[in-house]
């Protein structure tokens, strides 16, 4: 309780910061944030599995997965498609529920219009991720349809009549990476709701508890034990130490209970404290773990936690040019750059631990100590904010990489539900095999997905706007997650 005025009078001072940045600034950038931050919350609804309620405002979508879960006697209905497709996938889908989660944590403040969509889009993510916690006994559903099958169909979720497998984890057949982010999701959703719905948010962190602990007990990676079903789509390639450390750290967080420091402080040696890592990702939590447990360090100088602020000005460091521990890769045009497939994922993740720990360092009257230099919160800032504006239009290809924001956006996004005619335009339904000739067709899709982060340019800054190049067309839930929390940040400046 005693931390908020500090907290508060460092997002003043960050913001205050910010004002002058923005003026300064030479990009010539002017963006509308409060309406990219509303419609990067407004694209959720269009990936909503179940029966849509009447506050809907994507209507193009109906609503779709209505048995989900009886093939088991459960009832798995809601939730999230993770992407283009209509599988639910509960490692992703628990991912992009805490970083929504955190978004509002640390800038909810920030976006007073917005908050209540905000708190609607995770609350979508837990109240599905409750019922996968909680339907059986020592078990975790952790997705609904067979991945293998779905891509062999392209149609709408409203048509799907591909089978709707059930698949767990169990004591027999652990997954604690996913239980353990599953855990991370519903203790920090915790957070979110302890004061606009204790009773929930109660509920939430009970069970929440009662994940990580099974996640814990039983310890092996999902994809040993679900390998045909979920590798290469969401394998885990990281394997579930990071996560297990990202839970507790959560779990901590939600609770104040000391017996998760120690956990952290006993198992962080084995679960990947001492380890540099570069990148965050549904797949991969060190460095966000680093950077929540920082807070700790910062606020409460507690000794044994100086290691993580260590190794999150070690990444920190590693993104900002002109440092001797400079490292990323970015496109001519200044995108951070990771990976070929989804690379924007890497970027909307980063832009919102540099803004964290911007605040986090503010509060504290800290910074980053790179080598013999030190970094400033004002310096992270700005380099986030570079990357915001390169996804909503500052870049060669003077395109928004956000669909239905700016004058230019792409047309041809990878994404079954807007790419084909929607059900109140087309009441038939759409075979399997009959949805392919939209796919391959290059009219833009009928139905604008609104607020989607697609997966955007290679390392030349080249962006293809085909709908058949995934890899740059696709969106992703976890693409937009983070963003909110750094649209929220930018929207509110003076």
Request: hydrophobic residues 35%; proline residues 6%; glycine residues 8%.
């Amino acid at each position: 309780m005693g931390s908020k005025p500090v907290v508060k009078t460092g997002i003043l001072l960050l913001l205050s910061c910010l004002s002058s940045f923005i003026s300064c600034s030479s990009t010539g950038a002017s963006f509308h944030y409060s309406d990219a931050l509303e419609k990067s919350i407004l694209f959720f609804e269009g990936q909503r599995s179940g029966k849509l309620p009447p506050n809907q405002r994507l209507t193009w979508r109906s609503n779709s997965g209505l048995s989900d879960g009886s093939s088991n006697h459960v009832d798995l209905t809601g939730g999230y498609y993770d992407a283009g497709d209509n599988v639910k996938f509960g490692l992703p889908m628990a991912f992009t529920t805490t970083l929504l989660s955190w978004s509002v944590i640390e800038f909810g403040s920030l976006m007073p219009k917005q908050i209540d969509n905000a708190r609607a889009a995770i609350k979508w993510g837990t109240d599905y991720l409750l019922k996968a916690a909680t339907a059986t006994p020592n078990t975790l559903y952790v997705q609904v349809a067979d991945p293998n099958q779905d891509h062999k169909c392209w149609e709408r979720p409203e048509d799907m009549d591909t089978p709707r497998n059930v698949y767990k984890v169990t004591p027999q057949n652990p997954g604690s990476d996913v239980a353990a982010e599953t855990a991370a999701a519903l203790a920090a959703a915790s957070i979110v709701f302890k004061e606009s719905d204790p009773t929930y948010s109660t509920k939430l962190l009970n069970t929440a508890e009662k994940v990580f602990n099974f996640a814990d007990r039983y310890r092996g990676a999902y994809s040993d034990s679900l390998n045909s079903v979920v590798c290469p789509f969401y394998c885990s390639y990281s394997g579930y130490h990071d996560e297990l450390l990202w839970g507790a750290s959560w779990l901590h967080s939600a609770t104040g209970n000391s017996s998760y420091l120690d956990y952290i402080e006993n198992n962080g040696h084995t679960l990947g404290a001492d380890d540099d890592d570069f990148s965050f990702s549904w797949d991969d939590k060190k460095v966000g773990t680093k950077i929540l447990l920082s807070k700790n360090s910062l606020q409460a100088r507690i000794e044994e936690f100086q290691l993580y602020k260590a190794h999150s000005d070690n990444y920190i460091c590693a993104l900002v040019p002109g440092t001797s521990s400079f490292q990323a890769q970015y496109t001519p045009g200044g995108l951070l750059y990771k990976g070929s497939e989804s690379n924007l994922q890497y970027v909307t993740s980063a832009a919102f631990l540099l803004l964290t720990y911007a605040k986090y360092l503010s509060s504290n009257g800290g910074q980053a100590s790179c080598g013999t230099t030190t970094v400033t919160p004002m310096t992270l800032i700005s380099l986030a904010k570079k990357q915001v504006d390169y996804i909503l239009g500052q870049n060669p290809a003077k395109m928004s990489y956000m669909v239905g924001f700016g004058e230019r956006y792409p047309q041809h996004v990878h994404h079954r539900g807007s790419s084909l005619p929607c059900v109140q335009v087309h009441p038939v339904p759409i075979p399997c095999n009959s949805g392919f000739q939209f796919l391959y067709s290059d009219h833009p899709n009928p139905n604008i997905l609104v607020g989607a982060v697609l997966g955007g340019p290679d390392n030349r800054d080249n962006f293809a706007d085909d709908r058949n190049n995934y890899q740059q067309s696709e969106p992703a839930t976890y693409i937009n997650a983070p963003f909110v929390g750094v649209l929220a940040f930018f929207a509110a400046n003076p």
